[in-house]
């Protein structure tokens, strides 16, 4: 039985943090998006570590540029990202400023406001799937590169706000492999998830993709 779920901020000391700390804490949290037709509450089930230059996966790996500035930025900010040309991806950005370490949203439950959510989301099948997936939670919520370096703990009035909500008890974490991540980068088993919740997306691994000839 999960208990009710404490709607304490989470203080940006949280986040400050190596993003190995992060990642697993932040199962069982709140994450609630305010969007101009109401809020919508989700419960973060699964989430991916991204170690900034000391990491082959991560967009930071090569140093700083336009595109992963906030990942250096203070930590509680939101990284959003485009990818394959058509997806968002939303992340948590951890670390002293000046550092690039995030914490990929990979998969939650969405807990208020599921019928926003499924307005956005018409191909789910039902509410389990409403954010199953990087690219399916951060459409569920609305997010898109305009609120990339939104801070998530700067109170109710910003568009993130993040809260303690229930956190999972370290028996029920599991870690693995990265999904889709290539090279070096994808032998770090720093994808965290919540055991048994049907939230959670399924492991792929790295596939390359195919040149065009």
Not at 41 to 65: F, I, K
Not at 106 to 123: C, N
Not at 167 to 188: A, C, E, I, K, L
Request: hydrophobic residues 35%; contains cysteine.
């Amino acid at each position: 039985m999960i208990a009710t779920p404490d709607r304490t901020p989470l203080p940006r000391t949280f986040f400050d943090r190596p993003v190995l700390e992060v990642a697993p804490d932040l199962l069982g949290r709140t994450l609630v998006r305010t969007t101009p037709d109401g809020p919508i509450a989700l419960r973060l089930t699964e989430v991916e570590a991204y170690d900034g230059q000391n990491d082959p996966g991560s967009h930071a790996y090569r140093g700083r540029t336009p595109r992963n500035d906030v990942m250096f930025g203070p930590p509680g900010h939101v990284y959003v990202y485009f990818t394959y040309g058509m997806w968002h991806c939303m992340n948590l950005v951890c670390g002293p400023e000046g550092t690039a370490s995030a914490v990929l949203l990979r998969a939650g439950e969405i807990v208020e406001g599921a019928e926003l959510a499924r307005a956005r989301r018409l191909s789910a099948r039902n509410d389990k799937e409403l954010a199953k997936g990087p690219a399916r939670l951060a459409t569920a919520l609305d997010v898109d590169r305009t609120l990339d370096g939104e801070d998530a703990c700067a109170g109710p009035d910003h568009a993130f706000s993040i809260f303690t909500g229930t956190p999972v008890h370290p028996d029920q974490v599991r870690n693995g492999p990265r999904t889709g991540v290539s090279g070096d980068g994808g032998v770090h088993p720093w994808r965290f998830w919540v055991a048994n919740d049907p939230t959670v997306s399924p492991y792929r691994a790295h596939v390359p993709r195919r040149r065009r000839t």
